[in-house]
């Protein structure tokens, strides 16, 4: 038999956030800092389900046992098969997240209006 006795997933989250390279006022200083925190917030929480979603993995595949299996090949399919329906199931909440957060009249436009005006 082949047997996953634990399982740990390794996850580089990288953030790209924009900078403003010129000089500002301080009414639009203020602004900016405002719209900044709304983004960090709104990337931190697509890293937070991320992070749920690399420990939802590790668990789904932790202790997997498959008989008569001594080259592990229906092993690493049936983990393979395990994560990718973690990741589905992960993605479909990242999703709902940006179409909540980016729906007219949602958070995310009303850090750009706030900015802009």
């Known amino acids: 038999s082949c047997r996953v006795r634990q399982a740990s997933g390794t996850m580089n989250l990288v953030y790209t956030f924009p900078r ?3 000089p500002m006022t301080p009414v639009l200083r203020q602004r900016w800092s405002r719209f900044f925190a709304g983004v960090r917030a709104h990337e931190e929480t697509h890293g937070r ?3 749920q979603m690399m420990r939802e993995a590790e668990r789904s595949v932790a202790g997997l046992e ?7 090949n229906k092993a690493r399919s049936e983990a393979r098969r395990r994560i990718e329906a973690v990741y589905a199931q992960y993605e479909a909440k990242q999703n709902a997240f940006d179409v909540s ?3 007219e009249g949602g958070h995310v436009e009303h850090l750009v209006m706030a900015l802009i005006k």
Request: hydrophobic content about 40%; charged content about 25%.
């Open 20 to 22: 403003v390279v010129s």
């Open 49 to 51: 389900i991320a992070r």
């Open 66 to 72: 498959i008989a008569n299996d001594s080259s592990c």
């Open 101 to 103: 957060e980016h729906r």
